[in-house]
C-alpha cells in the first residue's frame, strides 16, 4: 500500500517556526524516526518512508500555502496514489493549540491551503490531520497570527503532541482512518 502524506507550511527559514508550518515540523518528525531527510523536488521537499509494509510518501509543498493544491495534485499523479490514500496535515484556529482532529472530508474552514486544494482536487472528500493553533488573536489579526511564531508556552507540549500526530498518521496507513478517529480523536 502506498500513501501520500502532505504538511502544510510555508518554504523559507522566515516561516520555519510559525504557526502555519506545524505540517511541516510533523512532517519533520516522522521522518527523523527513520533517520531519512527530504530533498527538494518539483513543487515540494520529498521522501519516502517504509512503516508496517506500507510506503508513505512525505512532502512540504513548496508552492506556499495558498497554492498547496498543485503540488498536491501533481504528486498524487506522480505516485499513482488516490484520494483515499492522501492525508493533508494542516494548522486549525479553531482547534485549542494542540487538539488534534483527524477527519475523513470536511470543509476548507477557511484555511487558504485547503481551500485551494479542495479547488485544485474539485473534492473536499480527502482526509486531513487537523492540529490545533489556537485563536488568540484580535479581530482582523487572523494572518498575523498563524504567521507568526510559537509561543513559549506552545513549546512545553509541541513535542507530545507533534509525537501524537506522528502517530496517527501511522495508525491511518496501517489500521484506517475510522478505527484510528475512534481511538486518537479526542485525546
Known sequence: ????????????????????????????????????SFSTNKLADVTEVKFKGRKLILIKPNTFMNLSGKSVHYWMQQSKVNIDNILVITDDISLPFGVLRLRKKGSDGGHNGLKDI?????????????????NDFPRGRQADYVLGN??????TTMDERIDLAVKMIQGFTTIGIGRTMSYFNGK
Open 1 to 36: 500500500m502506498k500513501y501520500l502524506i502532505i504538511g502544510l507550511g510555508n518554504p523559507g527559514a522566515e516561516y520555519e517556526n510559525t504557526r502555519h508550518n506545524i505540517g511541516f515540523k510533523v512532517l519533520d518528525k516522522l521522518a527523523s524516526l527513520s533517520n531519512i
Open 118 to 134: 479542495q479547488n485544485v482536487l474539485s473534492s473536499a472528500k480527502y482526509p486531513r490531520l487537523r492540529f490545533g493553533v489556537g
Open 150 to 155: 510559537f509561543t513559549a508556552e506552545d513549546y
